[in-house]
């Protein structure tokens, strides 16, 4: 090989002028480039379109493996029996709360014609409500609402998890006539809603309260039951008469 | 340009052409609107996995494509990528072939237009760094291989200074010594920008068949559901409206849920969080609040949710806190209450502590998640409804832009 040093003369240059955009060098180097370029790129575009086309086909078909979503909802307690939601579902139509109608609460023959239920069976449905619910006590003939009749009712609101509705059962002792008692039972009933509404200060208590006033005439409480419940006047006596001057509050978590 | 440089400057190309093309073939599998695995590693020929956090944030990020709101999910970047690379390696293959025949403006303009790539490179990744603080090892293997091709482009073109730089001698593997690349034979001047023009169409010619074949998304949007009601009847959900605010919108979130983060961040990212008229629907994912579930798939979000509740008119802030710190904030929230509740007393005071044990901070949560349950929502997070109606899932992610701009346009103006 022949190789210019320094201080020596290149050797001239051979430019071909084949237009001013020849492919000096070889000819053979861009046949391979471009070949290469082509196939490659044609390659990836035919990837590219064939990749696109087939997600869009599986776009148009369903997801069959796609997983199932629980649906949020209220909460749905063991204790929510078929018997149990019969019960609270003719309580609830009948006594208003679900249609919103102006109507509210039910009276004992209004229980007794659709629970077509039982004293004890009745009473015995809302056992498992023991720990969730209260008993509010009220004073002889009285429907005013006590300082412990009243944090009790509080306590017993604010802790409503996942329930949607909210019961109150009035009772009045068998001392007096029966309209006496079923007057003073649904005044019962009412101070408890109208506590609920003075401190909650909530717009939509009407949705949630059902209200059964019971007198004396239906499903009494037995006092060596019921007496153990939590109620406003820990340490009090408890007799029959004690236990049946009272309002039974409970939120219910039952999914009607 | 010595032959090694051109090797190099060809196995760059096609390792950059290799890592963009598992990027846009990743993009491309998500067009069907699901989820799927996707590479995420420096080593060609890795397989995809379902632990690619870093590369799905770089995927779903406002960087990853253009046009947006035109295309669901957009043009990818990556497919300008493969086009480039493409063009590089058949340009290499060329000089390689050409060896020490190649034309002095063949290695001239290899060895400035070898540098786009790098810049390309670069750009992206300061947005890597100060954008998404996170690196997406598939566009770590773009960055070296662009790196790579540069190098030996700048390599090449040393040949051309051969001679004029005393003692310095440029050859080939099989070639003599030469000392002055001054003696190389040339083209004309017409061909330089002939070739920049095949790189602008090896370049955007991907770009083009993937937009003609996409298919049309819009039949499948917002038809995820409705909310039966918007108001919570106590108004008690978050109200995070700002002066930009346009569009009505409930959001359902988690505090904890990673998930939920990188939706409000990329829902922040896209400058889009600040112009909804959003009220914000707590769903903390934790069985110590929420009897949607039997056991806490984030425990601690109630009492994260409780802070947020406590923020009042500062919500945003401790919510965007929240997410911050949701690293830390899990790890707390699974050591016990304390720990996380002393989390929140630094940042926040002993004031949110004591709202947040206050019985009207847990009857608003519980109002919360009472809304939730009346309208019936999946329970999962996070949900956005742009007034009734559900923004599908499917469309936060690659689809947000474009979904946006179908169902509320006015958000991304």
Known sequence: MNQPGFGQKPPARTVPMDGGGGTSGSPLAAVAAISAGVVLLGALLFSIRSAVKSAGERLATPDTEKAAVAIADEAQAPYCTPQFM????????????MEGSSRRGCKPADVKTFASISDSDFNALFTPLKARGGVILFDNGMDALDDGAKKLIEDKWSDRKGARYFLVVARASKSGSA???QALSHRRANSVLFHIKEFSNEPDVDQKVGLLWLGSEFAQLDPKEFCEWPNSRDGTKCDDDAINRSAFASWVDCRL | MTRVSGLAALIASLLGLLFASYSTFDYAKHLDRRLHDIHCSIIPGAPPTDSADACRAAMYSPYSALFKESYWGGIPISLFAVGAFTFFAAFAVYLLVAGPRAPRKAIGFFGIIGLTPALASLVMLTISITKLGTFCLVCVGIYISSFVLAGSAIAGATVLFAGRIPGMTVSGPFEPPRTHGASRSDV???????????????AFTPALVYASAMPDHRPY????????QTQEPANALLHLATPRSTQAAILFEDPLCPTCKAFHERLVAEDVMDKLDAQLSLFPLDSDCNWMLTEPLHPGACIVARAVICGGSQARQVLDWAYANQDDLTKAGKAGAAQLRSAIEQKWGAQTLRCMDAKSTELTLNRHLHFAADNNIPVSTPQMYLGAKRFCDEDTDLGLRYTLAQLAPEVLR
Do not use: E, I, M
Not at chain 2, 221 to 228: Q, S
């Open chain 1, 86 to 97: 019969q019960v609270l579902d003719r309580v609830l139509h009948s006594c208003g709360l």
């Open chain 1, 179 to 181: 309209d006496k008692n």
């Open chain 2, 188 to 202: 004309g001047w017409l061909l330089p920008p002939a070739w920049l023009v095949a790189l602008g169409v090896f």
């Open chain 2, 221 to 228: 949007l917002g038809n995820c559901g409705t909310l039966k």
